[in-house]
Structures are given as structure tokens and as C-alpha cells.
């Protein structure tokens, strides 16, 4: 497994030893020893989620204020821009962002840790994404901010206008949310 730190040192992007030949690959996709021993995070999973996107579905922008979540991100199938927010008022990259392409092809994974707000747009038809969690979804807790906070300034993937739900569309302005201290 090969970690690289993100301009956002805490968000980890992770890519993990394959093994292919002319049957197919193998890799683990989560081994906690290893995930603790290569990243230093100690938080415990507890949920597992899987969504399905066509492409141009934008979800996002994330977060729960309280029961805050850690989220480990990886696609199976198809491909998103995955992007975190620092949304940490006393962290030194407090409204930073960063993002990455994430693919069923590439492998990779994202470690977006608690006190960051977490969205995705999908590249392609039938995109499936998986990722756990370190606490449980708690709706009274989870709030939305706007994708295209202009203060956020996010750059991403479109081909197109976006698909959005009505959840997010009503998201808040990042200097209207509410944010971590």
C-alpha cells in the first residue's frame, strides 16, 4: 500500500499493491493493521455504504456535525472526482480543498478524515462507490453545503450541468454553515 499526503495533509490518498495477470487482479481493498500501521488513523469503521450514480450525478458537499465521519472512499465501478473540504475553523487549511479521481481502473482510495466536508461528481454511467465510515449516519446531524460556493471556489469534473438532488441544491453557503471549531 503506497500513502501520499494531499495538500491537505490529514486527507490521505491511498493506492494499494495489485496483483494481475492474464486472470484478472487481486488486492485487499482494507486490512485494519495495515490501514493503522501506514496512516496513524486509530478510529474504527463502523458502516459501510455503497451508492450508484449515472454520470454527471453530483453528491455533495457532506458532513455531520455531530457524530462526525471519517470516510474511506473507493470506486468499483466507473469513476468520480472525489473532493474534501476543510471545514475545520482552527485548522491552517481551514476552507481548502482537495480533489482526485478515484476509479474502478486506478484503484485508489481517499481518506477523508472527521471534520471535513465530503462530495463527489461521477465521470461515467453506472459509477458504484463504496466507503466506510467511522460513525454511524445521523440526519438530525448532517448538513449540505452548496457544491458551487463560489468562496469554496471547487474546480470539478463537468461534462455538462451537473445532476443534483434537491437536498443538496438547497445546501448553505460555506460562510452561512455550520462549520467545526
Given at each position: 500500500?503506497?500513502?501520499?499526503?494531499?495538500?491537505?495533509?490529514?486527507?490521505?490518498?491511498?493506492?494499494?499493491?495489485?496483483?494481475?495477470?492474464?486472470?484478472?487482479?487481486?488486492?485487499?481493498?482494507?486490512?485494519?493493521k495495515?490501514?493503522q500501521?501506514?496512516?496513524?488513523?486509530m478510529?474504527?469503521?463502523v458502516?459501510?455504504?455503497h451508492?450508484?450514480?449515472?454520470?454527471?450525478?453530483?453528491?455533495?458537499?457532506?458532513?455531520?456535525?455531530?457524530?462526525?465521519?471519517?470516510?474511506?472512499?473507493?470506486?468499483?465501478?466507473?469513476?468520480?472526482?472525489?473532493?474534501?473540504?476543510?471545514?475545520?475553523?482552527?485548522?491552517?487549511?481551514?476552507?481548502?480543498?482537495?480533489?482526485?479521481?478515484?476509479?474502478?481502473?486506478?484503484?485508489?482510495?481517499?481518506?477523508i478524515?472527521?471534520?471535513?466536508?465530503h462530495?463527489?461528481?461521477?465521470?461515467?454511467?453506472?459509477?458504484?462507490?463504496?466507503?466506510?465510515?467511522?460513525?454511524?449516519?445521523?440526519?438530525?446531524?448532517?448538513?449540505?453545503?452548496?457544491?458551487?460556493?463560489p468562496?469554496?471556489?471547487?474546480?470539478?469534473?463537468?461534462?455538462?450541468?451537473?445532476?443534483?438532488?434537491?437536498?443538496?441544491?438547497?445546501?448553505?453557503?460555506?460562510?452561512?454553515?455550520?462549520?467545526?471549531?
Amino acid at each position: 500500500m503506497n500513502i501520499t499526503q494531499t495538500d491537505i495533509p490529514e486527507v490521505l490518498l491511498i493506492e494499494p499493491r495489485v496483483f494481475g495477470d492474464e486472470r484478472g487482479f487481486f488486492f485487499e481493498s482494507f486490512n485494519e493493521k495495515t490501514f493503522q500501521e501506514k496512516t496513524g488513523v486509530m478510529l474504527p469503521f463502523v458502516q459501510d455504504n455503497h451508492s450508484r450514480s449515472a454520470k454527471n450525478v453530483l453528491r455533495g458537499l457532506h458532513y455531520q456535525v455531530q457524530q462526525a465521519q471519517g470516510k474511506l472512499v473507493r470506486v468499483v465501478a466507473g469513476a468520480i472526482y472525489d473532493v474534501a473540504v476543510d471545514i475545520r475553523k482552527s485548522s491552517p487549511t481551514f476552507g481548502q480543498w482537495v480533489g482526485y479521481e478515484l476509479s474502478g481502473a486506478n484503484k485508489r482510495q481517499l481518506w477523508i478524515p472527521p471534520g471535513f466536508a465530503h462530495g463527489f461528481i461521477s465521470l461515467e454511467d453506472g459509477t458504484e462507490v463504496l466507503y466506510k465510515t467511522t460513525d454511524y449516519y445521523a440526519p438530525a446531524h448532517e448538513r449540505s453545503i452548496l457544491w458551487n460556493d463560489p468562496d469554496l471556489g471547487i474546480h470539478w469534473q463537468l461534462d455538462g450541468e451537473p445532476i443534483v438532488s434537491a437536498k443538496d441544491q438547497a445546501g448553505q453557503p460555506f460562510q452561512q454553515a455550520d462549520l467545526f471549531d
